[in-house]
């Protein structure tokens, strides 16, 4: 590779902050190769100067700045979207007002969210006039769309920049970034604050005999847990005697499995899989004494809660990637590429013990 190339491929896995977070980015230059990555950067930075966008764009913000749109256009996951999405907070405390432009599951997940002003999901609603500033996922012709339409002589900034990596510290990065821009300081405890998954709804009321949560289900079959009914069996004999069962559609043959294996044990099990949206997804798992669960969006859910949580991990993805820097919970990884490699008894018992 010609060194101006190898430059490139390396800006695409370098952080756009002066210390960066826990990523895989040495394995994600390894997958992709530098040709690949640099060829990217080439085209984006093509892209950046087509569009005009480039003269827009500021390194620091301006300290009579107030009003900020902010765009999610890249990462539609729920977990993606709650983690890039934290330091909100950040904001919020210098008295920037902030509405959310982001995919309508975005949306739903923060409209009355109190740390946005307005939630939409479609672009039209956008008025530019209202705001001094937009912040967008990075600087990719994806991420700038809305904004190249909407508002293109706005100033902006990109929160991951030229920055390709997936797997790393997404709240961490985005707290970081925004505080760079800022020109603020943060100390540990503010950091671990603002980069910690948040939602900020009406707390849903405390409930006096509280229901050990087990999300089921899962969108990649490596990261779906094959193992609940035999945890939940060890949970029974064990003196758990009420659950809730929460999950999309994907999780209804799990949920059978489960109700199935403890069907005349005397277990009272509320079945809520497919049967809540996000929000009430949230108050469940806000009033649970504690939550099981595999990586995935309803984890992420789980960690805007209060509730102590078991998470679940397969090898190819690092606990530190995901979870709060004051994680005060569990977490068990598998040695594969299959959260279901953990054995279920290894679960229960860590179950129990965080119950205890």
Request: charged share 25%; glycine share 6%; with cysteine.
């Amino acid at each position: 590779m010609p060194a101006a190339l190898t430059a490139l491929a390396r800006r695409a896995v370098s952080q756009p902050i002066g210390r960066p977070v826990p990523a895989d980015d040495a394995a994600f230059l390894a997958r992709k190769g530098e040709a690949r990555l640099a060829f990217r950067i080439v085209r984006r930075r093509l892209e950046i100067a087509a569009s005009g966008q480039a003269r827009y764009e500021r390194e620091r913000m301006d300290a009579g700045w107030r009003r900020a749109l902010w765009i999610h256009a890249e990462a539609p996951q729920i977990g993606d979207a709650l983690m890039d999405l934290a330091p909100r907070s950040l904001l919020a405390e210098r008295g920037i007002a902030i509405d959310l432009l982001a995919p309508p599951a975005t949306a739903a997940l923060f409209t009355s969210d109190r740390g946005f002003g307005r939630v939409f999901a479609e672009e039209a609603q956008i008025e530019p006039s209202r705001y001094d500033f937009v912040i967008a996922d990075s600087r990719s012709w994806k991420a700038l769309a809305s904004k190249r339409r909407r508002s293109p002589a706005l100033p902006w900034v990109g929160v991951k920049g030229d920055y390709l990596g997936y797997d790393y510290h997404r709240g961490l990065l985005a707290t970081r970034r925004l505080a760079e821009w800022l020109d603020v300081r943060l100390d540990d405890a503010a950091e671990c604050m603002h980069s910690r998954q948040k939602l900020w709804l009406a707390p849903p009321p405390a409930v006096d005999a509280p229901r050990l949560a087990l999300a089921l289900g899962g969108v990649r079959q490596e990261r779906r847990y094959a193992h609940w009914p035999e945890v939940a069996a060890r949970l029974q004999a064990g003196g758990v005697r009420r659950f809730a069962l929460l999950g999309s559609a994907n999780g209804a043959e799990a949920r059978d499995a489960v109700l199935h294996r403890l069907e005349g044990s005397g277990a009272d099990i509320l079945d809520l899989v497919a049967r809540t949206d996000l929000h009430g997804a949230w108050r469940a798992l806000a009033q649970a004494s504690l939550v099981a669960c595999a990586d995935g969006g309803l984890m992420h859910l789980a960690l805007a809660t209060p509730t102590p949580l078991l998470a679940l991990f397969d090898s190819s993805i690092d606990p530190l990637w995901r979870l709060p820097l004051d994680f005060a919970g569990t977490a068990l990884r598998a040695d594969v590429r299959d959260v279901s490699a953990i054995a279920p008894e290894r679960v229960a018992a860590a179950i129990l013990s965080a119950l205890r």
